[in-house]
């Protein structure tokens, strides 16, 4: 420092660094409030099915539904997936919708020969990766979204649901 030069006032330091500090957490909660808020919309999604069909998300607007992102290389996946069909079934008569949504490393002929033999009862799509990226870049399987008729997401669970939870969850939504 020179004779001419005058040291920084630590008063002002303060005020610079409260000022930086009140900015970035201000950032930080905009970005947690949109994000959080993002998260509580289905996105606008669609899904290609075994047989070539496409659904979207806003085709499933009004209905209450599970979106189920899975693999056939997932043991906590294979282990759900009678559960999963068991609760599509007592939920279906009341307009429960089921997408399952085979991750895109997962080979389509696994896909089609376990929804064949295993007679899934409801939608098998195959993810282009599209999908799980637009669900919050889904990694993990099992995740299943379950989404309202307004298309709220109500619960995401990662991993496999307490399916007693998950029924309660379902009734509540379908009887409104």
Known sequence: MTATQTPPNPRR???????????IIAAIAGV???????????????????????????????????????ATSCTTCMHEMPQMVQTYNKFKGDGLEFVAVAM??????????????RQLPFKVAMDDGSAAQ??????????TFVVDRNGKILKRYVGEPQFAELDQ???KALNT
């Not at 303060?14 to 900015?23: D, G, L, P, Y």
């Open 13 to 23: 330091l303060s005020a610079i660094h409260r000022i930086a500090i009140a900015v």
């Open 32 to 70: 947690g409030f949109f994000a959080f808020r993002g998260q509580q919309r289905v996105p606008d999604a669609t899904f290609t099915l075994l047989s070539g069909q496409k659904i979207s998300t806003s085709d499933l607007k009004g209905k209450v539904y599970l979106v189920n992102f899975w």
């Open 104 to 117: 895109n490393y997962d080979a389509p002929m696994y896909v089609a020969n376990y929804a064949q033999t």
């Open 134 to 143: 637009k669900f919050g870049n889904v990694q993990l399987t099992p995740t």
């Open 169 to 171: 969850l379902l009734k």
